[in-house]
C-alpha cells in the first residue's frame, strides 16, 4: 500500500523558516514526480512546488518562488521543502503529492497519492 507521511510542520513567526519532509513507502518512487500543495483554512487546495524524478526540474508558485526550495532524496523516497523567510499568508496545511511520471506536475488532480497533511502556522 502506497503511503505518503509529511512531517516538520509547526508554529513559527513571520520571517523565520521550517523545513518540511514527506516520506513515502509501498513502492520506489524514483520514477515519480513530488509536489507540495497547501491548503489555507477555508480556501481550496493550491499548488506550492514540485520537481521532477531526477531533480533536475523543479517549478515553484510565484507567491513562493524565491523562498521556498523543493528538493529530493531518492534513496530514502523523501522530499523536502524549505521555507524561509515565512509569511502570515503562507498559514496552511501543507501536502505532499506523488505522480508516476518523470516529468514535472502542476496540476492538483493529476496526483495520484497524497499525504495527510501537516500543519504551518505562521504568527505576525
Known amino acids: 500500500q502506497v503511503q505518503l507521511v509529511e512531517s516538520g510542520g509547526g508554529l513559527v513567526q513571520a520571517g523565520g523558516s521550517l523545513r518540511l519532509s514527506c516520506a513515502a513507502s509501498?513502492?520506489?518512487?524514483?520514477?515519480?514526480?513530488r509536489a507540495w500543495f497547501r491548503q489555507p483554512s477555508g480556501k481550496e487546495r493550491e499548488f506550492v512546488a514540485a520537481i521532477s524524478w531526477s531533480g533536475g526540474m523543479t517549478y515553484y508558485a510565484d507567491s513562493v518562488k524565491g523562498r521556498f526550495t523543493i528538493s529530493r532524496d531518492n534513496a530514502k523516497n523523501t522530499v523536502y521543502l524549505q521555507m524561509n523567510s515565512l509569511k502570515p499568508e503562507d498559514t496552511a496545511v501543507y501536502y505532499c503529492a506523488a505522480r508516476p511520471t518523470i516529468t514535472v506536475v502542476t496540476t492538483l488532480g493529476e496526483y495520484d497519492y497524497w499525504g495527510q497533511g501537516t500543519q504551518v502556522t505562521v504568527s505576525s
Open positions: 509501498g513502492r520506489t518512487f524514483r520514477s515519480y514526480a
